[in-house]
């Protein structure tokens, strides 16, 4: 080998640094003195082969390799130097000395909230489903009652794709495809982001988590809808967590509702969360409208269902008493590692 370029002379350094990463006894470290610090060795023998280069070349390379000898040489002595402390063993290694900690990730605080939300209504029974975030007109409106022109659309401000598509403002689309794939009983669930074109504040973002719910089959009747929340409530919250259900508007169910938990802070008694009402509204729902049913292929004469939608990113406001929404999404590790 010649090593008449400084290319050369780096890749001798990878070399010498390859073998001497190597090393593991007395042995194998005299063998490296003798290959690359010896009197015979490789970077005296440098020198030898350096006749052939003009003057400035030889000065350069001369140089260079002199600092490696030098660097490989200081390198070999401190290891020498460290090992005898341990009995001249390994030159500079310690397998006991602890290694280098490094972060671990966590799942995001909505992440968190979704999954224990999905895992309680997993374990009553309900199937998860997903849709697509673009999603058409039809089933994000039309379907679910409220054709074009409804005034209801405006409770949802919407971003549209173009006449036919939207980026869905709800989970409740998912509900008419669930229908149209599955025969009653239905038990579904469908956690996912939801996209509405309202100012961004701390009450409200252009994206969000809702996780809605569907229940379909013979008889089912607006007591299974209150059992069914109420244990849900009393899984999520608290076990004696009580709940409260008001009249309420929606064009896909009829009757409709809204359910308030009891203040999980202040249990009731009035507190900065709760706003001193006791109460705390976390959910929308009610009884399938039949018309929905319909949109769905499912005869409303034999059957009856109920729904429910609720906010992932609300719940986890008033779960951790946060007062920004805008935090859920900027990614701030020093917010994100208090969950
Ligand atoms: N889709 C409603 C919303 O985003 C929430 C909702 C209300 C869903 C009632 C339902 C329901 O399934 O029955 O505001």
């Known amino acids: 080998m010649q090593y008449n370029t400084l290319e050369s002379i780096d890749a001798l350094r990878a070399a010498a640094a390859a073998e001497f990463q190597a090393i593991v006894g007395d042995a194998d470290a005299e063998n490296f003195r003798v290959k690359y610090l010896g009197k015979k060795g490789v970077l005296r023998e440098i020198m030898k082969t350096l006749g052939n280069v003009s003057p400035e070349e030889r000065k350069t390379l001369g140089a260079a390799a002199n600092a490696l000898r030098e660097e490989i040489e200081s390198r070999f002595n401190d290891a020498r130097e460290q090992s005898k402390g341990d009995g001249g063993g ?67 401000d919407t971003f549209y794709i173009n006449e036919k598509a939207v980026l869905r403002t709800h989970t409740s689309p998912v ?55 109420l244990a849900f409530s009393r899984r999520f919250f608290d076990e004696n967590t009580k709940i409260k259900i008001r009249p309420s508007f929606f064009p896909f169910t009829e009757p409709s509702v809204e359910v ?6 202040c249990k009731g008694k009035g507190c ?68």
């Open 90 to 156: 390994d030159p500079g290694f310690d397998p006991a000395l602890p290694g280098f900690p490094f972060p671990s990730g966590s799942l995001h605080p909505l992440a968190q909230i979704r999954n224990h939300i999905v895992e309680i209504l997993a374990s009553m029974g309900f199937s998860i489903a997903y849709g697509p975030e673009v999603e058409s007109d039809y089933n994000n409106f039309e379907a679910l009652n409220m054709p074009p022109l409804h005034p209801a659309r405006d409770m949802q």
């Open 260 to 265: 308030d938990v009891e203040c999980f802070l």
């Open 272 to 339: 900065g969360i709760c706003k001193h009402s006791g109460w705390l509204e976390i959910l929308g729902a009610g009884m399938v409208h039949p018309s929905v049913l319909k949109s769905g292929g499912i005869d409303p004469e034999i059957y009856s269902g109920f729904a429910f939608g609720m906010g992932v990113e609300r719940i986890a406001l008033l779960k951790y008493g946060i007062d920004d929404i805008r935090l859920f999404y900027e990614n701030d590790v020093r917010f994100l590692k208090q969950f």
């Open 175 to 229: 509900q008419i495809r669930v229908m149209k794939e599955q025969k009653p009983p239905i038990r579904a669930i469908m956690p996912g982001r939801v996209y509405r074109n309202e100012e961004v504040s701390a009450r409200s973002y252009c994206m969000f988590y809702q996780v809605e719910g569907l229940f379909v089959d013979k008889n089912v009747s607006f007591a299974d809808l209150k059992g069914t929340l």
